[in-house]
Nanobody, 126 residues
Framework: QVQLVESGGGVVQAGGSLRLSCAAS????????MAWFRQAPGKGRESVGT????????TYADSVKGRFTISRDNGKSTLYLQMSSLKPEDTAVYYC???????????????????WGQGTQVTVAS
């Protein structure tokens, strides 16, 4: 199993920056990818972006592309989300998650994010 603990959330003015961290422990050596999700009040959870643990390849939602940067420190087993040019619509609880599923050649890749952190609140004031 993997345990995930997010930190770094808070209140920031629109246009400001914030960095979130997610510390992983447990079976971290078998992680294929980690991801950031967010959920605003009354809305469903949405994907923010992903990063492969070994190669560092990233994907981003269109809504955050160019403003957010996902990175990881394998030695510290820590995931980061650097957020800049924050907008009020970025206000949400942010979660990190991990998957052990790797893509198979010629198959459909549908990873299961089995482990989640407790979330950290990000509030962007207008």
């Amino acid at each position: 199993q993997v345990q995930l603990v997010e930190s770094g959330g808070g209140v920031v003015q629109a246009g400001g920056s914030l960095r979130l961290s997610c510390a992983a422990s447990g079976r971290t050596s078998d992680i294929y990818a980690m991801a950031w999700f967010r959920q605003a009040p009354g809305k469903g959870r949405e994907s923010v972006g992903t990063i492969t643990w070994s190669g560092g390849s990233t994907t981003y939602a269109d809504s955050v592309k160019g403003r957010f940067t996902i990175s990881r420190d394998n030695g510290k087993s820590t995931l980061y989300l650097q957020m800049s040019s924050l907008k009020p619509e970025d206000t949400a609880v942010y979660y990190c998650a991990v998957t052990f599923d790797s893509p198979l050649p010629g198959g459909y890749y549908i990873p299961e994010y089995d482990y989640w952190g407790q979330g950290t609140q990000v509030t962007v004031a207008s």
